[in-house]
Structures are given as C-alpha cells and as structure tokens.
C-alpha cells in the first residue's frame, strides 16, 4: 500500500520558472492538502480539497494553484517561482479517519 | 478560528529523563488534537490523536497525551527518553467541520543526551 505518493523529491527552479508537484493517494481519500514547512513555522496550509472537482484555499495560497480532476490527484502549480517559495511541501490526505496521512515532501530551492 | 501554540521551540533532556512537550490550542468547538514527529528529511508521522474518547491517550514509542479542556492543554509526555526520540514534534488541531483541515503549531525540537 503505497499511501502518499509526491514526486520529485529534490527540484532546483530558476526565478520565474514554472513548474508541477505531482500528488497522488491510493487510499481513496476524499480530502486532500497542500502545505509548506519552513524552519521554525511549522506548517502552513496552502490549498486544500474536500473532493473531485472542489479546491478551496488556505492560509498561504498566494503564487500557486491547485486542480483536482480525480479523487487520487492532487497536483500544486508554481506559475512564476520567487525565492520566497523556497521551502518543503508535503501533500497529504484524509477519509473517515480523524488524522491526515502524510508524503515524503518535496524540497524546492529556487534561485 | 483554529490555533496552536507550542512551547519552546527546542527542549533537551538526558537519556532516560522524562520528556515534556507541550501544547496548548484554541478551537471554537470540541477539537481533533494530534501529535507528528518528525524524523529528519522524512515526512510526519502520527504518534497519537485524541477523538473525544478518553483523555489519556496512549501512542506509539511508548507517548502518550492528555486532554485537559479547562486547560486548553494537550501535552506529549513519555516516562523515559531514549537516543531514537531525537526528532522534531508537532503539535495539531482538527476541527470536525469544513474541510477538517489540520492546523500545525511551530514544532518542538527534542535533544536527547546521552
């Protein structure tokens, strides 16, 4: 059972490219989220989906977008990446249980 | 609104001391409480979750929590510490409305001494 899935795991972008964190979850999950760790901030919620077709944002949306077209994907979109993006995001996913079950991350350095 | 609070940002202890993390939240109805740990480069971990069931909460490794709703407190303790607790913990709130989404505080790093 694979669970959480994220990919890559490491990504390098210059400023102002673009670029897609892919998620993807095989527990059949209804609930899906994006968050961003930074030292000493815990995380910080940036979008988040309560289903197929349904997205709604979190406390640090702004510079991404999200889209859920299936139940099992939930990819984040950098249009324009800034060195303020710089930072670990993790992806995770929720049913019937209470807790969240988390990905490995995805560390992004843009320069 | 959702909100927690960690205390101490980094908090050492001896091998084979009492660990104390603690955390106090802020919910405006009855809340989903967790604790992650966090090992380095990994992703987070639960190591228990308190549902409105009992109060003490047992996790794994030997944690466990208490809810004290007078308090707004729900503190990580394990009895003895040992070199493989050395990790980051987070404390988090859940609300069972919306879209149940986890609210992290600012994470504790715990030392351990040999």
């Known amino acids: 059972n694979a669970g959480v899935t994220q990919t890559p795991k490491f990504r390098i972008l210059k400023i102002g490219q673009s670029m897609t964190l892919q998620c993807t979850q095989d527990?059949?999950?209804?609930?899906m989220y994006w968050y961003r760790q930074d030292p000493g901030m815990g995380l910080k919620l940036i979008y988040y989906s309560v289903g197929a077709g349904i997205t709604d944002k979190g406390e640090v949306p702004n510079g991404y977008n999200v889209s859920r077209s299936t139940t099992e994907d939930f990819p984040l979109r950098l249009e324009l990446a800034a060195p303020s993006q710089t930072s670990v995001y993790f992806c995770?996913?929720?049913?019937?249980?209470?807790?969240?079950?988390f990905g490995q991350g995805t560390r992004l350095t843009v320069v | 609104a959702q909100s927690v609070t960690q205390l101490g940002s980094h908090v050492s202890v001896s091998e084979g001391a009492l660990v104390l993390l603690r955390c106090n939240y802020s919910?405006?109805?009855?809340?989903?409480l967790f604790w992650y740990v966090q090992y380095p480069n990994q992703g987070l971990q639960l190591l228990l979750k308190?549902?409105?069931?009992?109060?003490l909460v047992k996790g794994i490794n030997g944690f466990e929590a208490e809810f004290k709703k007078s308090e707004t407190s729900f503190h990580l303790t394990k009895p003895s510490a040992h070199m493989s607790d050395a990790a980051e913990y987070f404390c988090a709130v859940s609300e069972n409305t919306g879209g149940f989404k986890t609210i992290f505080g600012a994470g504790t790093r715990l030392f351990v001494k040999a």
């Open positions: 308190y549902t409105s069931a009992a109060t």
């Open positions: 995770a996913s929720r049913g019937s249980d209470t807790e969240a079950f």
């Open positions: 919910s405006s109805v009855p809340p989903y």
């Open positions: 527990m059949n999950h209804n609930y």
